[in-house]
Nanobody, 122 residues
Framework: QVHLVESGGGLVQAGGSLRLSCAASGLTFGSYAMGWFRQAPGKEREFVAGISWSGGSTYYSDSVKGRFTISRDNAKNTVFLQMNSLKPEDTAVYYC???????????????WGQGTQVTVSS
C-alpha cells in the first residue's frame, strides 16, 4: 500500500521560510516523478513544483519561481519543498503527489498525501 506523508507545515510570518518534507513508502520511489500542489480555501488545487524521477529536471509555477525549491533524496524516499520569502498568498494546504515517470502540472497523479497546512501571516 502506498503512503505519502507530508510534514513541516506551520505558521510563519511573511518573509519567512519553511521546509516541507514528503516521505513515501510502498512504491519504487526512484521510478516516480513527484509534485507539490496546494489548495487555498475556496480555490482549486494548483500545481506548485515538480521534479523528475532522477531529480535532474524541476518545474515551478510562475507564482513560486525563484522563491521555492523542490528536491528529492531517492535513498531516503523523500521529496522536499524549501519555501523562502513566503507571502500571505502562499497560505494553503500543501500536498505531495507521485506519478509514474513524468511530471505534469495537472492533477493526474497516481498517489496523493493527506496534506499539511501552511499559514503565512502578514
Amino acid at each position: 500500500q502506498v503512503h505519502l506523508v507530508e510534514s513541516g507545515g506551520g505558521l510563519v510570518q511573511a518573509g519567512g521560510s519553511l521546509r516541507l518534507s514528503c516521505a513515501a513508502s510502498g512504491l519504487t520511489f526512484g521510478s516516480y516523478a513527484m509534485g507539490w500542489f496546494r489548495q487555498a480555501p475556496g480555490k482549486e488545487r494548483e500545481f506548485v513544483a515538480g521534479i523528475s524521477w532522477s531529480g535532474g529536471s524541476t518545474y515551478y509555477s510562475d507564482s513560486v519561481k525563484g522563491r521555492f525549491t523542490i528536491s528529492r533524496d531517492n535513498a531516503k524516499n523523500t521529496v522536499f519543498l524549501q519555501m523562502n520569502s513566503l507571502k500571505p498568498e502562499d497560505t494553503a494546504v500543501y500536498y505531495c503527489a507521485a506519478r509514474r515517470l513524468t511530471v505534469v502540472t495537472g492533477p493526474k497523479y497516481d498517489y496523493w498525501g493527506q496534506g499539511t497546512q501552511v499559514t503565512v501571516s502578514s
